[in-house]
């Protein structure tokens, strides 16, 4: 399989260059040229497969540069830390059916993308003989999970910016008592804004950006989509195991596009009308949802809700499906991009059409939330964290009878607790894996927003060849 730039400005590459890129070096994203579609004979012949046997069958259709057995390995050891031998287990309430995403070592589903990324990583550094140093600045999710995802990994070090004491404290324990001699926790005086400015300015030293072999993890890497693919699939086996079922709807809390985004690849992979509707569901942040109900992609002040992992404006993972939408053009996606860039909106109106068969979407205010985590709780006796909440809503706001639908569950309650006591007035039940971690001995550097004495900061640290 080769990849592409949606702007069209680089030659096709293999799958492991497209990883090793990222952003493409054109400042688009990078694409497969095909998405393969599979029969029903195939389906149905993958019913049986376990999480990771099925990741081999659906990855490997879009990587042809890595041995087979060495990506078996990689995706074994990827979700062998997971807490659950099915991976990604389905919870049944009627109708609905909640995808647990969160049995990774962080409890959020971006280990499900970022434990096999920083396997991959090291698998090809190993081969190029290379070193990384990762550097990403995080609100609080992505970056205990990029952490988990490469902590001891041989070539790879790890620097992650945090606004000081504006994630929670939990999340900041994820992050800081992680103390591998590889991890590097940076507290800056400073907001999130702040952090990805810094990191931002890094990348653009495209000299130091050189000399210190800097590396991002951040979403729009295409491994992390095709990681993500794997589990729409994965329960859409489990649904049509009743084979009285016919097609499935997915609803999909949403902030960068990019979970969504493997939910429109998996849709395009799975037999011709088997995923029906991709419900996209935003919190009060809703860009996403004003796109697809009014064709208007416009900039708004990003508010702060209870899902702080979705409180983004401009989705980075976007232009992927605006380059299907402009019908694969990349003069036209650039082009918009460009516009976009320069005005902070974009008018699609006129693909309303189109827009509307591949999503429906609602924004879901905050006492929404709220609601829907007492009602779920008042009626299955079940605990939704507000990410999933987001989606649990905008899912019964689209729920059609004798069509199943599958409700992705992104992080586990007990990371958003205040939130949750304020909705049911009890704590969720803390897992295992954060018993203790407020106690637990923890490493972070305390610094200025200043990307200067971040530089030299990184310098002084990073591991070189
Ligand atoms: C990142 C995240 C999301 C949003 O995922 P996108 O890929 O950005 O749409 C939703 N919920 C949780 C808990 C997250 O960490």
Redesign the pocket.
Known sequence: MQYLSTRGGISPIPFTQAVMMGLAVDGGLLLPRTIPRIGSDTFNSWKNLTYQELAFEVMSRFIDDIPDSDLRDLINRSYAGFGVKEITPLVHHGNLHILEL?HGPTL???DIALQFLGNLFEYLLEKKDGVMNILGATSG??GS?AIYGVRGKNRINIFILHPYKRVSPIQEKQMTTVTDANVFNIAIKGTFDDGQAIVKSIFNDIEFKTAQNLGAIN?INWARVLAQVVYYIYSGLHIMKDEKDRSFDFA??????????AGYIAKQILPEGMIRNLVLATNANDILARFINNGDYSLGEVVVTS?P??D?QA?S?FERYLFYLLDKEPERTKEAMVEFTRTGRLDLKGYQDQIRRDFVAKSVSEEEVLQTIADFYAEHDYIL?P??AVGVNAALACLQQNVPMICLA??HPA?FGSAVEKAIGRQPQVPESLVGIMEKTSRCELMDADSKQIKAYIKAHAISK
């Open positions: 969160f959020a589903f971006k999710d992505t999970a979403s999909i809390p949403t902030g960068n596009f990019g979970d969504i985004f899902s992992s979705m983004i989705a993972n964290d990410h999933t992104t992080a990371k």
